[in-house]
C-alpha cells in the first residue's frame, strides 16, 4: 500500500481553461480497465516537454521530441499497458499512426499530437485497438477529468496521482493541475514515469521549455524508487495563455517566481507522490545532504544511499544498521572526501559524528525512527555550504513479488 498517500478528491482537482481530458477502456493489455487517454488543448497554448535521457528511449519519446519542434501541438494520446520501447522502426511507424488517427477525427496535422506510452517493453503496440478506443476517449472529453485521466495511465501504481493548486497573478487568477503516473522503473533522469501539467498562465512561448526543465529538476530528478531510468519517462508542461495576466517573459520577475513556485510544489507532490506509492514501498525516506562542497556532489552522495539495495532493505526492516548508510557515503565517488568531518543524523538522533558512531548514540533511539513510516536521513559532510535532497523509499519483499509477476 501506498505510504500516507490516498485516492485524491475530485473536487479538489480544479479543471485549467483551455484543456480537457477524455478516457477509454480500449482493452490494450488487459480488458475492463482504463487505459487510454486524450488531452484536448485549445489554440494559442505552449507545449514544452522533458524526456528520458536513457538512449534506448522509447518510440513515443523520439515522435515528442520530434512533434515539440514543430510548434502548434493541440493534443496528446496515452496509453497504458504497451510501452513501445524495443520495438525498431516498427514501433516508430505505430507511434506516427497513433497520431495520424487522433489527427484524422481532430482535423489537425499529425504533428500537432505528441504520443505517450506506458507498460510492458518489447511488445508490438497494439495499434488498432487504440484506434478503436479513440471515439469514446473523445467523446468522454471534460474539463473536470483530471482524475480519470490520472486512473487511466497507472500501471503497476495503486493509487492515482494529482494534484492542484490556485494562486493570483498581478491580481488574476491563475489554475494549475498536473497528474503523474509511476511506481516502478523509477530513476527520472530527464533529462516507467509519466507526468502532466497544465496551467492557464500566459507564458512566452520561448520561456516555457525553460520552466519544465526547472520543474523537472527540482521535483522529478530528485526521486529513486529502484534506480532504473525508464525508456519511457516524459514529463510535459502546458500553459494556455488564457490567465488575464500580463505575459511572463522572465522567471525571474515576480510574476514568473510565482508562477514557478506554485507549480514547483505542484510538480514536487506529484513526484513524492511516484515515490510513496513505490512497488512494494512501506516507507517514505527523505535524504537530505548538507555541507557539501557543491549541490552535484550532495546529489551523488544522496543517491547512493537511496539506491542501496542493503540500506533499502534494513529500512523495510526497521533494523538500525546503519554502517550501510556510512558505507553508500564512502562509495559515491567524492574523491577528496574526508570521513572524519562527516556527520550523520536519523530524523533527530545524532548517529555518527566525525565519521564514527556518537558515543550518545543509542541503538534503541535508531531502531523507534526506523519504525516510523516517514524518515529524514541527514548527512552533514562538512565541507562546504551546498546542499541537496533526494526522496525514496524501502524495498520490500513485495517489489521483488511485483516485478516477478509483472507480465503475468
Known amino acids: 500500500m501506498a505510504v500516507n498517500l490516498s485516492v485524491p478528491d475530485a473536487g479538489n482537482l480544479h479543471p485549467v481553461p483551455g484543456i480537457r481530458l477524455g478516457v477509454a477502456e480500449a482493452g490494450i493489455r488487459k480488458a475492463n480497465r482504463k487505459d487510454l487517454t486524450v488531452v484536448l488543448i485549445e489554440p494559442g497554448a505552449s507545449v514544452a516537454g522533458v524526456f528520458t535521457q536513457n538512449r534506448f528511449c522509447a518510440a513515443p519519446v523520439q515522435v515528442c521530441r520530434e512533434h515539440l519542434g514543430l510548434g502548434g501541438i493541440r493534443a496528446m494520446v496515452i496509453n497504458t499497458g504497451n510501452a513501445n520501447a524495443g520495438t525498431g522502426e516498427d514501433g516508430l511507424a505505430r507511434a506516427r499512426a497513433t497520431c495520424v488517427a487522433l489527427a484524422r477525427r481532430l482535423d489537425l496535422a499529425p504533428g500537432q499530437i505528441l504520443p505517450f506510452s506506458t507498460g510492458v517493453i518489447m ?10 478506443g479513440l471515439p469514446a476517449a473523445l467523446a468522454d472529453a471534460r474539463p473536470d477529468n483530471w482524475l480519470r485521466a490520472a486512473q487511466a495511465i497507472m500501471t503497476t501504481d495503486t493509487v492515482p496521482k494529482a494534484f492542484s493548486r490556485r494562486i493570483v497573478i498581478d491580481g488574476a487568477p491563475v489554475t494549475i ?6 511506481a516502478g522503473m523509477i530513476r527520472p533522469n530527464m533529462a516507467t514515469m509519466l507526468g502532466f501539467m497544465g496551467c492557464d498562465a500566459k507564458v512566452d512561448p520561448g520561456l516555457l521549455r525553460q520552466l519544465a526543465l526547472e520543474l523537472a529538476e527540482g521535483s522529478f530528478n530528485r526521486i529513486t524508487v529502484d534506480g532504473d ?15 488575464a495576466h500580463a505575459t511572463i517573459t522572465s522567471l525571474d520577475s515576480p510574476a514568473g517566481q510565482a508562477l514557478k513556485g506554485a507549480m514547483l510544489e505542484v510538480a514536487r507532490r506529484l513526484a513524492q507522490a511516484i515515490v ?3 512497488e512494494g514501498a512501506t516507507k517514505f525516506i527523505t535524504v537530505q545532504v548538507e555541507r557539501g562542497k557543491t549541490a552535484e556532489e550532495c546529489r551523488k552522495v544522496a543517491y547512493a544511499i537511496a539506491h542501496s539495495p542493503l540500506v533499502k532493505t534494513a529500512f523495510f526492516a526497521s533494523d538500525p544498521n546503519l554502517g550501510r548508510i556510512l558505507a553508500a557515503v564512502g562509495y559515491a565517488g567524492i574523491a577528496d572526501l574526508d570521513p572524519n568531518t562527516l556527520d550523520l543524523y536519523l530524523d533527530d538522533v545524532h548517529v555518527a559524528i566525525h ?4 558515543p550518545a548514540y543509542r541503538e534503541e533511539d535508531g531502531q523507534r525512527v526506523m519504525k516510523q513510516s516517514e524518515i529524514t536521513v541527514r548527512v552533514v559532510l562538512g565541507r562546504g555550504s551546498a546542499s541537496d535532497t533526494v526522496w525514496t523509499c524501502d524495498l520490500s519483499h513485495e517489489y521483488v513479488s511485483i516485478n516477478a509477476d509483472y507480465r503475468s
Request: charged share 25%.
Open 229 to 243: 531510468t525508464s525508456t519511457n519517462d516524459s514529463f510535459v508542461v502546458i500553459a494556455t495563455n488564457q490567465a
Open 276 to 278: 510513496r506509492d513505490g
Open 123 to 132: 511488445e508490438p503496440l497494439p495499434l488498432e485497438r487504440i484506434e478503436a
Open 177 to 182: 493541475t498536473g497528474i503523474s503516473k509511476g
Open 355 to 358: 565519521g564514527g558512531r556518537n
